[in-house]
């Protein structure tokens, strides 16, 4: 049984919980290193106290299962099946009363089924636990992002070049996907965002037909998955020669995530990065266009603990990883976003990401 395991079933015990089922893909592949989207399909690591792990799957991904995952107990159901009902025999009438569960995941549908073929009295959520284990990045799972970085940086030097005034944002998106693929990684890990003008002042817009022009503001904002983790990166440029305004925004999100980083350390509120990037972007006169968090925590999800804003105490520790992102977004006129990954260590920060992050003029 590996690290992981062994503390999830410290977690039962300590907790008085019978059984775990851990259902989200991810998570089960946080703990078995076997990861598969099932879809509509029931999927679960079975954790009974003073039991081996079961590893639950749909038939079609049994022998994926066999060949990469950590646990060697394996079953699996057919769609024919009822997968609660063959869950139920499998487990042979144990004596299971109370039961942790990833309730963020299930729905209210499957709960009831699950607590119904277990039998059990009681259900808990572990969503707390499981985030509290997998915030803290070992070296090999910091070593995993810094490969998805390295694409993703390789992506955007390839894109930048590429851009030209009449190119639209979804041609972009295209060539940015591409490429991803290409460079061996598996996929985006989000939807790649390509904002060009005044869209670069929506925080979460959609690239579409419109056509880049010069003079502009242009954002991108993607990454992608490899061996299972994600890079998150964000650069604004300008396509051409901007004006002065855009400029003066410009310079006031790069000081904030400059700022932002260097408040970094073990031990600091999460709520005291926000607010040194909050406060460089006020004293431009542009907070009222700050509109969004600081951060996020990212790993095996896009998005993870920690949600980094002015209201989280919550303490940095060493081995955390996030995104500092502030950013100031202009209804009308346009936006700027700088994006770094960062870990926390032991007396700062390391920025993983190393792509430039002055004004850069392209297209001409």
Excluded: W
Aim: charged share 25%; with cysteine; proline share 4%.
């Amino acid at each position: 049984m590996n690290e992981r395991l062994e503390k999830l079933y410290a977690l039962l015990e300590r907790e008085g919980l019978d059984a775990a089922f851990i259902t989200h893909p991810k998570s089960v592949y946080y703990f078995t290193g076997f990861y598969t989207n099932p879809h509509e399909r029931f999927l679960a690591l079975v954790c009974v106290q003073g039991e081996e792990p079961m590893l639950y799957v749909p038939a079609l991904d049994e022998e994926k299962a066999v060949q990469t995952s950590s646990v060697a107990k394996i079953a699996a159901h057919y769609d024919s099946e009822n997968p609660y009902t063959k869950l139920a025999g499998l487990l042979g009438g144990r004596p299971i009363r109370t039961v942790g569960l990833q309730e963020d995941q299930l729905s209210v549908k499957s709960c009831r089924a699950l607590l119904s073929a277990t039998g059990a009295e009681s259900a808990r959520s572990l969503e707390a636990e499981l985030a509290a284990m997998r915030v803290i990045k070992d070296a090999g799972e910091i070593a995993v992002v810094r490969r998805a970085i390295h694409c993703i940086e390789e992506v955007f030097r390839l894109a930048a070049a590429k851009v030209k005034p009449g190119m639209t944002e979804m041609e972009l998106v295209a060539e940015m996907e591409y490429q991803m693929r290409r460079l061996g990684s598996e996929g985006p890990s989000f939807e790649t965002m390509v904002l060009s003008g005044a869209k670069s002042g929506l925080p979460h817009g959609v690239p579409s037909a419109d056509e880049i022009r010069e003079g502009q503001l242009l954002l991108l904002d993607a990454g992608v998955f490899v061996d299972g983790y994600a890079s998150d990166l964000t650069r604004t440029f300008a396509v051409g020669e901007v004006g002065d305004e855009a400029r003066a925004v410009y310079d006031a999100v790069l000081q904030a995530n400059l700022d932002m980083i260097a408040a970094v350390r073990p031990g600091v509120p999460f709520g005291s990065l926000d607010r040194a990037a909050r406060s460089t972007i006020e004293s431009r006169g542009y907070g009222e266009f700050f509109i969004t968090r600081a951060g996020h925590g990212f790993g095996l999800e896009i998005h993870e603990y920690p949600s980094i804003h002015g209201g989280n105490e919550d303490l940095l520790q060493e081995g955390m990883l996030f995104t500092a992102e502030p950013g100031i977004y202009i209804p009308g006129f346009g936006g700027v976003r700088i994006e770094d990954n960062v870990v926390v260590t032991a007396d700062g920060a390391d920025v993983l990401t190393a792509f430039p992050k002055e004004l850069t003029v392209i297209g001409v």
